[in-house]
């Protein structure tokens, strides 16, 4: 990561964002019908800067037939400093051939037994990334 630390907590860059994109393969997506949010663990990879998970019939592809924004989160530690990277975007089902030819080919594997013939794929319309150093909370005056 960028080491623009300045303060505890600081913003991530689009590279280290996208690196950080690049080298997961479990997020949590939110969707939104109606006035109701589900947040659904998927399996994904990343492919020219967009995000593609499989899926079965249900919900969560439902939903997102009904209202394609999307907001996709993934997070991490390590001994010195926690993240979270969020996508907000575009998710569509993918159903041109050559599209589905270049997301069958990436390493999305799912860690559930199902079968997912459903390829979406999002895109990206603003990805953001925040950092923080780890460390234990100072006291605190209680009221």
């Not at 630390?5 to 393969?25: K, Q, V």
């Not at 390493?107 to 037994?113: D, G, N, R």
């Not at 013939?117 to 923080?132: K, L, N, Q, Y």
Request: charged share 30%; net charge negative.
């Amino acid at each position: 990561m960028t080491d623009t630390r300045s303060a505890e907590i600081y913003e991530l860059d689009d590279a280290d964002c996208w690196a950080l994109l690049e080298r997961g393969a479990l997020g949590r997506l939110a969707v939104a019908v109606a006035d109701l949010v589900d947040i659904y663990p998927v399996n994904y990879a990343v492919d020219d800067r967009r995000l593609y998970f499989k899926t079965a019939e249900g919900s969560k592809l439902a939903a997102l037939v009904i209202r394609s924004q999307v907001a996709f989160e993934i997070d991490g530690v390590d001994d010195q400093t926690a993240w979270s990277v969020v996508v907000k975007g575009d998710a569509r089902l993918i159903d041109r051939v050559d599209e589905r030819a270049i997301a069958e080919r990436l390493p999305i594997v799912s860690w559930l037994p199902t079968v997912k013939r459903r390829i979406v794929v999002i895109d990206p319309v603003e990805v953001t990334g925040r950092a923080f150093l780890r460390g234990a909370e100072p006291d605190a005056e209680w009221y």
